[in-house]
């Protein structure tokens, strides 16, 4: 038990839908990311928070738009996706000023 | 900037026989070196970490990285491979500094064991 949760964990979605991806933990990190992984690729990082403010975000095309209500939790909405945009998508924490992050077991995405 | 190199992307060992998972990294700036494994249908785990200090750590689970600055590498190493090492693992580094981590990762190496 990593002490990061993502639902779903699995996602299938046609490229006209909108849903939304959770991320929550239970660590009292004060971080968190959203990573993409695809086949063959390094681990893309899309976006980070820090105390709840965006401070990263890594030419992320708009159809994904981040969201940090609070500490705890982080949510990534999916819109008008492209089948390219299939892959694993992971979320991870960390305390801040910590040297290491808390991956989520993430969620795997299909656009059909 | 800093990148991060995994020139095998599959090594397939026989139990009970050593292995070595090659990482060579370039960077401007000094950087924090961390080892994290990869099992079938999970997230991340952080493997090891070297920050400062001795340039040998060890993970409990048997693995131990070398750091070698002349040679910007951190190859991580086991002296006797088990099946549940099966996994992918990547080697990832991260600029000096305190806050959030910008941490640029590796394509990865996949380890398979052959009983």
């Known amino acids: 038990e990593t002490g990061v949760t993502q639902t779903p964990r699995h996602l299938v979605m046609g490229m006209t839908n909108k849903k939304s991806l959770k991320c929550e933990q239970h660590?009292?990190?004060?971080?968190m990311y959203w990573y993409k992984q695809s086949a063959k690729k390094p681990l893309e990082l899309m976006f980070v928070?820090?105390?709840?403010?965006?401070?990263e975000n890594n030419s992320v095309p708009s159809r994904f738009s981040p969201e940090c209500p609070n500490s705890s939790h982080l949510f990534l909405h999916l819109h008008t996706l492209q089948p390219e945009d299939s892959a694993l998508y992971l979320c991870?924490?960390?305390?801040?000023?910590?040297?290491?992050?808390?991956f989520g077991p993430g969620t795997r995405l299909t656009v059909t | 900037a800093q990148s991060v190199t995994q020139l095998d992307s599959q090594v397939p060992v026989f139990e009970e026989a050593p292995v070595e998972l090659r990482c060579n990294y370039s960077?401007?700036?000094?950087?924090?070196l961390f080892w994290y494994v990869q099992y079938p249908n999970q997230g991340l785990q952080l493997l090891l970490k070297?920050?400062?200090?001795?340039?040998l750590v060890e993970s409990i689970n048997g693995f131990e990285a070398e750091f070698n600055k002349s040679q910007t590498s951190f190859h991580l190493r086991k002296p006797s491979v088990h099946i549940s090492d099966t996994a992918e693992y990547f080697c990832a580094v991260s600029p000096l500094r305190g806050g959030y981590q910008k941490v640029t990762f590796g394509t990865g190496t996949k380890l398979q064991v052959i009983p």
């Open positions: 928070y820090s105390l709840e403010e965006r401070v």
């Open positions: 070297y920050l400062s200090g001795s340039t």
């Open positions: 991870a924490s960390s305390p801040n000023g910590a040297y290491e992050q808390y």
């Open positions: 960077s401007s700036v000094s950087v924090y």
């Open positions: 660590l009292g990190h004060n971080a």
